[in-house]
């Protein structure tokens, strides 16, 4: 085992993260551009120092950073991160930071707790690029269906609220309806093709065949099948806004159960 040479830029990110989220938080209350620079700018520089912590483990260990509970939830993080700025780019409203920034920051505070030691030599099931492909996707596709968990709520509290918040600086409904909307168009795709089929010719690869209904791929058929609901619905019945809201909130947390199922119930995925 080799100790990590990227722990400390993880911290340092994992700090940014919380430096933002506090940030946005008190944004929601002072509109103020001192405390959105500071909330941007911690956001900015901790991906950067994000991206390389998960550089050095790359390198560190000779293969993708997806081979552990402690680079899986990182990854997802930063995917979640990438997005946002993305999102924020493109939208100029600061203002869902304060809901979409404490996603990363949960997953950072989680990974920091596994344990993170760097294995070179990977068990022979994983030595395969199905793997690399099956995980990397499914790591993006979370990170986007983070983003869109976060923005979600935003749209709830931002409907209950109504005309009655002080918060003058909440995007429209429309606005949020559409970057949830975008965030699962995102992450579906993503989460198809890595989870379900690069998945499946893995495990045809490692273990002679291409489904064996272990724990964590039942679970990733029930999650693609709730998404595909969630955008068949959008499509053909029109289904916006709360309902659209509610759907995208119980499929992350469907996701985040299947992922953490594994630390109980093991699996073929218990590695992961």
């Given at each position: 085992?080799?100790?990590?040479?990227?722990?400390?830029?993880?911290?340092?990110?994992?700090?940014?993260?919380?430096?933002?989220?506090?940030?946005?938080?008190?944004?929601?209350?002072?509109?103020?551009?001192?405390?959105?620079?500071?909330?941007?700018?911690?956001?900015?520089?901790?991906?950067?120092?994000?991206?390389?912590?998960?550089?050095?483990?790359?390198?560190?260990?000779?293969?993708?950073?997806?081979?552990?509970?402690?680079?899986?939830?990182?990854?997802?993080?930063?995917?979640?991160?990438?997005?946002?700025?993305?999102?924020?780019?493109?939208?100029?409203?600061?203002?869902?930071?304060?809901?979409?920034?404490?996603?990363?920051?949960?997953?950072?505070?989680?990974?920091s707790l596994m344990p993170k030691?760097?294995?070179?030599?990977?068990?022979?099931?994983?030595?395969?690029?199905?793997?690399?492909?099956?995980?990397?996707?499914?790591?993006?596709?979370?990170?986007?269906?983070?983003?869109?968990?976060?923005?979600?709520?935003?749209?709830?509290?931002?409907?209950?609220?109504?005309?009655?918040?002080?918060?003058?600086?909440?995007?429209?409904?429309?606005?949020?309806?559409?970057?949830?909307?975008?965030?699962?168009?995102?992450?579906?795709?993503?989460?198809?093709?890595?989870?379900?089929?690069?998945?499946?010719?893995?495990?045809?690869?490692?273990?002679?065949?291409?489904?064996?209904?272990?724990?964590?791929?039942?679970?990733?058929?029930?999650?693609?099948?709730?998404?595909?609901?969630?955008?068949?619905?959008?499509?053909?019945?029109?289904?916006?806004?709360?309902?659209?809201?509610?759907?995208?909130?119980?499929?992350?947390?469907?996701?985040?159960?299947?992922?953490?199922?594994?630390?109980?119930?093991?699996?073929?995925?218990?590695?992961?």
């Amino acid at each position: 085992m080799q100790q990590p040479g990227d722990v400390m830029y993880f911290w340092v990110a994992f700090v940014l993260y919380l430096l933002s989220f506090l940030s946005f938080t008190v944004y929601l209350g002072f509109k103020n551009k001192i405390v959105t620079t500071t909330a941007i700018s911690a956001m900015v520089i901790g991906f950067i120092f994000h991206t390389i912590a998960l550089g050095i483990r790359w390198v560190q260990a000779g293969h993708s950073p997806f081979s552990n509970m402690y680079e899986y939830m990182s990854s997802m993080a930063w995917m979640a991160v990438l997005l946002f700025l993305i999102f924020l780019w493109k939208y100029k409203k600061p203002i869902i930071g304060s809901f979409v920034s404490p996603v990363p920051v949960m997953l950072m505070a989680a990974a920091s707790l596994m344990p993170k030691q760097i294995s070179q030599q990977l068990m022979p099931a994983l030595q395969s690029y199905w793997f690399q492909i099956h995980v990397s996707m499914a790591v993006l596709a979370e990170g986007a269906f983070a983003v869109a968990f976060g923005v979600s709520i935003m749209y709830l509290l931002r409907k209950k609220l109504g005309d009655k918040t002080n918060i003058k600086a909440l995007p429209s409904l429309e606005l949020l309806d559409d970057i949830n909307y975008r965030a699962i168009s995102i992450g579906y795709p993503l989460f198809t093709v890595g989870a379900l089929f690069a998945g499946a010719i893995w495990a045809y690869n490692a273990w002679g065949n291409f489904w064996s209904w272990d724990p964590k791929e039942t679970g990733a058929l029930i999650i693609w099948l709730f998404y595909t609901v969630y955008l068949h619905a959008r499509y053909q019945k029109g289904w916006r806004g709360s309902k659209a809201a509610w759907m995208s909130i119980i499929g992350f947390i469907m996701a985040l159960a299947s992922f953490f199922g594994n630390l109980v119930v093991g699996g073929m995925h218990a590695y992961v």
